[in-house]
């Protein structure tokens, strides 16, 4: 599909996270072209040239969806959202690119995973997209297929997992080794941070106690259980001086630990979701299973009501930065596979739609954060830590014409029957959520308007990122100039060395090591 040639979005108030004017925004293949007052005088349109009306509305960069499993075969099961009508939904939600997650079984390859994800994203995408790879084993071919992909496929975000035991986790000295890896190609390390151990074992203690519901879920995986793997994550991204990202922050306790690495200097940035802000994991003790089983996801949404509110802030202040959805939808048939048996239950929610007026809800028309900081949380700092920005995550002359008209007073009350999603449930059923996207522009092209699609499979592209983002690297290589270890300068030890005689050493077989004993 070809972008419309000519728009002009007249009169709105243009947000950008740093600041908003009124302008007009006039767009042309694509890409916008000119922004100011009275660009063109009323009455004096040309030929080929639409005009949208936006006096009195936002006029806002496009959503950028951090974290997305569209079309994700998982749990003996694949999500009802495949690339098609999940990016449709995604429109319809003022979202106009996602990033979405290749994730190879273990043993098999990086490159062969991600060109899957491209054939079956390529024809259907209605928005813009990209992919993170994830790391779920380690070897040499790893290592190498990482700076492939850097170098020639435009991917600069490697996902470890620390949880799902035997299926993608990976050990501490993995996780130092792909560390290590990133922090050499110029990607940036992400992680899903949960103690898989911890969850194994927990998971079995709660099947012993007849616990077989969702409940034993978020009872197997508690807080402590995200918290600590963030802290060890943390501590070996800093280890090797590598930009760490942290998915799904679902605690108020996860959240501290990000939280407190940032102020002590780490370079860490973390990714709280449209559930995790707009919902609670008190859901899990609802007497309807299947209910409950709709929000059984890893991390577990937190049973602890304040749990938003608290991520809302460190949201709106800095502390956390970006936000996404991890949208994994199952239809209530799919998450049956679990009905005797939570550890079977897919893992997933929706979000891809509603991410945006969630957030307005809960951080904007709540007060706890102006117009330019949702923009920023919600487009401009993924653009940037991705490598994306100006293009993306900015309305600039130059940048993409992927643009949304906002009514922030507006409201609409989410369902299941009225979204546009696959999944057949809605976790965010019956809120009503002020901000609400009237116009969506992708690619230059009005894709949805008052409620009408405008859209074709395949309008979306691939687009790559270039590594060493400077809005992360510039601190990763100072670092490394100056603030290297060095030895100190002394002068050498002249004095008595012991002397270690063959006939004075014993062996400790128990221990399974050689040990010195001296007389």
Same mark, same amino acid.
């Given at each position: 599909?070809?972008? $419309? ?117 390529? @024809? ?31 991917? !600069? ?27 050499e190609i110029g990607a940036i390390a992400q992680v899903h941070a949960e103690n898989g151990d911890l969850i194994a074992e927990g998971a079995k203690k709660m099947l012993a106690l007849g616990i077989t519901g969702p409940e034993g879920h978020e009872l197997c995986r508690p807080e402590a259980v995200e918290a600590e793997a963030t802290l060890r994550a943390i501590t070996i991204a800093s280890a090797v001086n590598c930009p760490l990202y942290v998915v799904h922050v679902m605690s108020k306790s996860a959240a501290k630990v990000v939280a407190d690495a940032r102020r002590a200097g780490n370079v860490v940035y973390g990714e709280p979701i449209a559930a995790g802000l707009g919902t609670d994991g008190r859901q899990y003790w609802s007497e309807e299973w299947s209910h409950a089983a709709h929000h059984v996801m890893g991390p577990p949404l937190r049973p602890d ?66 117009? !330019? ?13 991705? !490598? ?48 609400? @996207? ?15 699609? !405008? ?11 270039? @590594? ?12 490394? $100039?100056?603030?290297?270890?060095? @030895? ?32």
């Amino acid at each position: 599909m070809a972008p $419309q040639g000519r728009l002009l979005i007249r009169g709105g108030r243009v947000v950008n996270d740093d600041f908003s004017q009124v302008a007009d925004v006039l767009v042309e293949d694509g890409v916008v072209r000119a922004l100011g007052r009275d660009l063109l005088p009323p009455g004096d349109a040309s030929p080929g040239l639409r005009i949208l009306d936006a006096a009195g509305k936002l006029v806002l960069p496009g959503g950028i969806d951090t974290h997305t499993h569209m079309q994700f075969p998982f749990m003996g099961s694949q999500s009802v959202d495949d690339f098609y009508q999940g990016t449709k939904a995604a429109l319809a939600g003022g979202t106009t690119m996602i990033i979405d997650f290749a994730i190879p079984q273990k043993g098999s390859s990086l490159i062969e995973a991600f060109e899957t994800w491209r054939n079956w994203a390529d @024809p259907k995408v209605c928005c813009d997209y990209s992919l993170h790879v994830a790391v779920t084993w380690w070897s040499d071919k790893v290592k190498e297929e990482m700076k492939t992909l850097a170098r020639d496929k435009g991917v !600069n975000s490697f996902k470890m997992f620390m949880a799902y035991k035997g299926l993608y986790m990976v050990q501490d000295e993995q996780l130092y080794a792909a560390f290590s890896q990133c922090k050499e190609i110029g990607a940036i390390a992400q992680v899903h941070a949960e103690n898989g151990d911890l969850i194994a074992e927990g998971a079995k203690k709660m099947l012993a106690l007849g616990i077989t519901g969702p409940e034993g879920h978020e009872l197997c995986r508690p807080e402590a259980v995200e918290a600590e793997a963030t802290l060890r994550a943390i501590t070996i991204a800093s280890a090797v001086n590598c930009p760490l990202y942290v998915v799904h922050v679902m605690s108020k306790s996860a959240a501290k630990v990000v939280a407190d690495a940032r102020r002590a200097g780490n370079v860490v940035y973390g990714e709280p979701i449209a559930a995790g802000l707009g919902t609670d994991g008190r859901q899990y003790w609802s007497e309807e299973w299947s209910h409950a089983a709709h929000h059984v996801m890893g991390p577990p949404l937190r049973p602890d009501p304040l749990t938003p509110g608290f991520l809302m802030n460190l949201l709106a202040n800095g502390d956390l930065t970006t936000t996404g959805s991890d949208n994994c939808t199952f239809n209530t048939c799919q998450k049956a596979l679990g009905k005797d048996d939570f550890t079977k239950i897919p893992n997933g929610v929706n979000g891809v739609e509603d991410r945006m007026s969630v957030i307005w809800e809960k951080g904007v028309h709540s007060g706890k954060m102006d117009e !330019n900081r949702f923009v920023a949380v919600t487009s401009t700092n993924a653009a940037k830590i991705f !490598n994306l920005y100006p293009k993306k995550g900015r309305i600039a002359v130059g940048s993409d014409a992927d643009i949304v008209i906002w009514d922030p007073e507006a409201t609409r009350r989410i369902s299941a029957k009225t979204h546009h999603q696959a999944v057949n449930f809605n976790i965010f059923e019956g809120m009503v959520c002020h901000g609400v @996207p009237l116009v969506t522009i992708s690619r230059g092209r009005v894709v949805y308007e008052a409620g009408v699609f !405008n859209v074709t499979a395949g309008h979306g592209k691939f687009i790559p990122r270039q @590594p060493f983002a400077e809005y992360i690297y510039k601190r990763i290589k100072q670092r490394d $100039q100056t603030c290297a270890p060095v @030895p100190v300068k002394r002068a050498p030890y002249k004095g008595e060395v012991i002397t270690l005689k063959p006939r004075e050493t014993k062996e400790d077989d128990t221990a399974g090591t050689r040990m010195q004993v001296h007389s």
